[in-house]
């Protein structure tokens, strides 16, 4: 969803491949220079994979799916407008993003909140922590999930009513 419709709405052409073209680099290369590709979502285990400079048509690299490691994130974000994504599938896959544009942390950060979602670091007590502060993370707004088909005890246990707004039945979504 989070690739698809951007791109559709943007009047731009949108390409699908099988998992054997994407997870097979010299093919992915192939596909992408031929077809001169200038956006590009991938997970950040196949990008690891990949050259930048193999890959002279893209311009924006958007990674997600697993912590992007601190060493692609600096090649990529050298040559392309660099984005790492975070969303768990509760809330329907990308809640959040960060442009990378120099690397001067040992891990690359999610990022703000995308339009319609609020992200929230909580104590063990549900109280908002302040920033640089560990606790859990927890994601509301529109995009969530109403809960796992014919699990009402996980629903209940990890979609749970959201004490920051004044919504009636507005929840969040407790990452762990």
């Not at 990008?47 to 090649?75: H, I, M, N, W, Y």
């Not at 975070?86 to 999610?110: F, L, M, N, Q």
């Not at 995308?114 to 927890?138: A, H, K, R, T």
């Amino acid at each position: 969803v989070f690739e698809i419709f951007p791109a559709l709405c943007a009047g731009s052409k949108l390409f699908f491949r099988e998992k054997e073209v994407l997870a097979d680099p010299k093919q992915l290369k192939t596909f992408i220079n031929e077809n001169e590709i200038t956006n590009f979502t991938v997970p950040p285990a196949i990008l690891t994979l990949l050259q930048p400079e193999d890959f002279p048509t893209l311009k924006t690299v958007f990674s997600a799916g697993e912590a992007c490691p601190v060493e692609s994130a600096k090649r990529w974000s050298e040559t392309t407008n660099f984005f790492n994504g975070y969303g768990p599938t509760e809330t329907t896959v990308c809640a959040s993003y960060y442009k990378v544009d120099e690397v001067t942390t040992p891990k690359i950060p999610i990022g703000a909140a995308v339009s319609n979602f609020e992200l929230y670091v909580l104590n063990q007590e549900g109280d908002l922590l302040p920033p640089g502060e560990i606790g859990e993370l927890c994601v509301g707004g529109i995009g969530l999930a109403r809960g796992y088909l014919g699990r009402p005890d996980l629903t209940a246990k990890v979609f749970v009513p959201n004490p920051f707004t004044k919504t009636p039945g507005e929840r969040l979504y407790r990452t762990g």
